[in-house]
């Protein structure tokens, strides 16, 4: 059973950063493509990021472009997402979640099959 769990959440000032962590079980972090998405209040929940099999593809939306860093670690079996010069507009409930297949980018946002719980993330002074 696959289970994901995001920490990190918390309130932080604009300009201010914080990192995310996505702790996976049941299934090798490395494995499937991995995403972090978001969802404001009173808007559609919106893919932000996305880490595919290979490592070394990632996409990232263009409002996070630049700021935010996904990345993984196989030995804690962890996703995160690094994200600096934080604005209000980032404010947002954010998930992890772990796609049916390896591949990710700006035309895969569909079939991401297990989730986490959330974590809510506030940029406000």
């Known amino acids: 059973q696959v289970q994901l769990a995001e920490y990190g959440g918390e309130l932080v000032p604009p300009g201010g950063s914080l990192r995310l962590s996505c702790v996976v079980s049941g299934v090798s972090v490395d494995y499937y493509a991995m995403a972090w998405f978001r969802q404001a209040p009173g808007k559609e929940r919106e893919g932000i990021s996305c880490?595919?099999?290979?490592?070394?593809?990632?996409y990232y939306i263009d409002s996070v472009k630049g700021r935010f860093t996904i990345s993984r670690d196989k030995a804690t079996n962890t996703m995160y997402l690094q994200m600096d010069n934080l604005k209000p507009e980032d404010t947002a409930v954010y998930y992890c979640a772990k796609r049916k297949f390896y591949l990710c980018g700006e035309q895969y946002w569909e079939d991401y099959d297990d989730w986490g719980q959330g974590t809510q993330v506030t940029v406000s002074s």
């Open positions: 880490i595919g099999r290979s490592a070394s593809r990632t």
